[in-house]
């Protein structure tokens, strides 16, 4: 990774090979030295994260590469060949809506009634019953 011209990994193996030629410094110097290059490199690694590979979800994550949504070859709708489906009429339906049209809220004009138009809609219901039994002793 490189930040600012600088290319991290070189610098830190080159900070490697001189502490480990480095002959004269404390072992206490050594180890802290050692624990700043592994925290670099942590945090280095960090820097490379993004929602690709690690657990960041894509939408936190500012740098991502957007792919844009190719339309589809396939037109919308029902394709051809494709035979639809719809449900049958019912004989007699469970209930019926009767919805009464009031005339004063019409505009101005002269109506003639020509009868009226039906649709059923299927409405269905899942519902889920539990009964519980409990024995219960008597005493007899």
Do not use: H
């Amino acid at each position: 990774m490189t930040i600012d011209n600088i290319d991290i990994e070189v610098t830190l193996q080159k900070v490697e090979k001189l502490l480990s030629e480095e002959k004269g410094l404390s072992p206490a110097m050594r180890s802290m030295v050692e624990l700043l290059v592994l925290l670099i490199t942590l945090l280095v690694g960090r820097l490379n994260r993004n929602s690709r590979n690690s657990s960041k979800s894509p939408s936190s994550d500012p740098n991502r590469k957007r792919e844009s949504k190719a339309k589809g070859e396939r037109k919308v709708g029902g394709q051809k060949g494709r035979e639809g489906v719809t449900l049958e009429r019912v004989e007699n339906p469970d209930k019926v809506e009767v919805i009464k049209v009031d005339r004063r809220k019409l505009p101005r004009g002269e109506y003639t009634v020509v009868g009226y138009e039906a649709r059923q809609v299927f409405d269905m219901k899942i519902s889920r019953e539990v009964t519980e039994r409990a024995d219960v002793d008597t005493g007899e």
